[in-house]
């Protein structure tokens, strides 16, 4: 089948839920944490999130939409803009249940990464702190803000850009001089509620042609 989006939305005949996030799977999850203007932490994860470039080290992650029943933009958009400052904490098997947690919307006024019940590392470049059970967290500072079409409800979308300061690995996650994939166990996100793990069993190389 072929659909155009810009005329059919998302979830034309036969789907009936929303298609896309279906498909551009796996995604990294943004498990991103960051701290007002007050010092109040707020961590949330976000559907979409990459790596942009190596050399610097950048990085995306998408606060789309209002925050349920209000016209104000997310609270992850509104820290990393005011204060510049945002950390992403790789989620892994082992916290998928407080990510989940994290999920939820709270009054700003709220810690969202202690209502998870997680304990807070500092951080060395940026204020906002890392998850301290996370393997892997990335220190950023906030390049910029693209602001992309409204979605068909008319709320806001945009992409937070940021140059990574500041890299944490665990050392037990360290084998032979690379990242172990069998004890990281990344979280990946999927279609409607589906999530992923990335096993040992699913891994495998190839080498590049040249």
Not at 22 to 33: D, E, F, L, N
Request: proline share 9%; glycine share 6%.
């Amino acid at each position: 089948m072929f659909f155009d989006p810009r005329s059919e939305g998302m979830k034309p005949e036969p789907f009936a839920h929303s298609v896309y996030n279906a498909i551009v799977v796996p995604r990294p999850i943004g498990w991103i944490s960051t701290m007002d203007s007050e010092g109040v932490v707020n961590l949330a994860p976000f559907s979409f999130f990459n790596a942009l470039t190596g050399d610097p080290p950048c990085v995306m992650f998408c606060p789309n939409g209002f925050k349920p029943g209000t016209k104000e933009v997310k609270d992850s958009l509104t820290n990393a803009e005011t204060t510049g400052e945002f950390v992403f904490n790789l989620c892994s098997y082992d916290l998928k249940d407080q990510m989940n947690a994290t999920a939820a919307h709270e009054p700003n006024s709220i810690d969202e990464m202690a209502a998870a019940g997680l304990e807070a590392a500092l951080c060395e470049n940026v204020k906002p702190p890392r998850v301290a059970a996370a393997a892997i967290a990335l220190e950023c500072k906030h390049m910029q803000t693209i602001r992309l079409p409204l979605s068909s409800r008319g709320s806001p979308n945009h992409v937070v850009i940021g140059q990574v300061v500041g890299i944490h690995v665990a050392d037990d996650v360290i084998t032979d001089g690379i990242i172990d994939i069998a004890k990281l166990r990344p979280l990946a996100r999927l279609g409607y509620l589906d999530f992923a793990v990335i096993e040992p069993s699913s891994v495998f190389a190839m080498p590049r042609p040249d």
